[in-house]
């Protein structure tokens, strides 16, 4: 389930966010600034901006420019555990 974050943003589990962006019909994007802080041996953050455009008119609350963290533990494999993106407003 999706969230509203007190920074304007939206909270979710990595299932949320995997569902979210299945559904987004993504007709390009562009990553930068990209940053791992590792936490520990078994735990990173990830921090990005994306600037994303979309081909349909029901989706273009979900294109532009925004901050993305990310957080991923580390068991079996690597999973996201924790997602939030914040719109960049210019």
Known sequence: M???APCGGNKCSGADYARII???DCKSYKI????????SDDIVQVHYIIETAAEKPE??????????TS?????DKWKLIFNMDSRIYE
Not at 71 to 75: E, H, I, L, P, V
Request: proline share 3%; hydrophobic share 40%.
């Open 2 to 4: 999706s969230v509203p």
């Open 22 to 24: 299945s559904e987004f």
């Open 32 to 39: 930068s600034d990209f940053e791992v802080i590792a936490q």
């Open 59 to 68: 989706n273009q609350d979900l294109a532009g420019r925004f901050h993305i």
């Open 71 to 75: 957080t991923w533990k580390k068991g």
